[in-house]
């Protein structure tokens, strides 16, 4: 699932390609991605794109009103708003007038003057979505709640943290406690921290807690920076947004050496999750077995982080 760097390189990208242009066709080829009822796609056509924006995981398209002598944009105002949540397989691609659509996994297309923004999703389960919705208000109830960390204080971060009970793995990648971090980036964040990923919150220390802050923030600032930089002058395309990079420390390369250590990054498989590890670097040479691991934690492992828990 595209995390925070990876939504924060769409935004990035979305600014330069299609914000200030004006929606000439919306095309919907998945009757299961539209899950709003009111307003309807159609409202969207004519009006022109004010801004695009971050919730959590969800990518916000902000359009203008139609009339253009009062579009203002503010809060509370006459803007519609659309929502799309990625989930694990979609991606947007931005195609140029006139060039080929990729297919069969085109879920939608909204046409502007000089090409297309498609939403692309590859596999049987359809889980990306849209939500088109006429108010702040109403985007907002979209919006799993979770701290903005790069926006928190230390102050805010350890209480956000601590506030329950739970493995750092999954107060990281939980959207009520935390914004925008997924199975991949925490394990970049505790990697960096030096931290095991089944440490409880309640037994961080203050010193511990105030390296996870600065690993969190260290981590996502570098590889949003890194991506855009990337990305500078073409839209990402469908295998450029991966929760597995090559220059990752950790995630997705079990077996391979610790960048720091160069001992074998260790891996851990529960439901349908994986996490990534150095045993030397974070957890004092131990190594849990996949069993061991199920029984320390029962039902304090997310058993998924493809969704916040909204439809």
Not at 198 to 220: G, I, N, P, W
Not at 231 to 240: S, T
Request: hydrophobic residues 40%; charged residues 30%; neutral net charge.
């Amino acid at each position: 699932m595209p995390e925070l760097p990876d939504i924060e390189l769409y935004l990035h990208s979305l600014r330069r390609e299609v914000v200030g242009k004006a929606i000439r066709q919306v095309r919907i080829m998945s009757p299961f991605l539209v899950r709003s009822v009111a307003p309807a796609p159609e409202e969207l056509v004519g009006r022109t794109l004010h801004e695009v924006f971050r919730i959590g995981k969800r990518i916000v398209f902000q359009f203008e009103t139609q009339d253009a002598e009062s579009a203002k944009c503010s809060p509370g105002g006459d803007s519609l708003y659309l929502a799309v949540h990625l989930m694990i397989a979609g991606r947007l691609r931005w195609l140029k007038s006139g060039a080929k659509g990729p297919g069969k996994i085109m879920q939608s297309a909204f046409d502007f003057d000089d090409g297309t923004l498609a939403l692309t999703e590859a596999g049987k389960k359809k889980r990306a979505s849209i939500h088109i919705v006429a108010n702040e208000a109403d985007l907002r109830k979209h919006d799993p709640g979770g701290l903005e960390v790069m926006d928190a204080s230390m102050a805010e971060f350890a209480a956000a943290l601590i506030r329950e009970n739970h493995t750092i793995k999954r107060a990281l990648t939980d959207p009520r406690i935390l914004s925008g971090i997924g199975n991949a980036y925490s394990d970049e964040i505790l990697h960096a921290a030096r931290l095991s990923p089944f440490l409880h919150t309640s037994k961080l220390t203050e010193a511990q807690v105030q390296r996870l802050y600065d690993s969190t923030r260290e981590t996502l600032n570098a590889w949003t920076a890194k991506l855009r930089k990337e990305f500078a002058n073409r839209f990402p395309g469908a295998g450029d947004v991966t929760a597995f990079r090559n220059d990752f420390a950790v995630h997705g390369r079990f077996e391979k050496p610790c960048p720091v250590c160069g001992d074998p990054v260790q891996r851990i498989r529960y439901a349908d999750n994986e996490t990534n590890y150095c045993a030397t670097c974070q957890t004092e040479g131990r190594i849990l077995a996949d069993r061991s691991l199920s029984r320390l934690l029962k039902d304090d492992w997310p058993r998924s982080f493809d969704d916040d828990g909204q439809a």
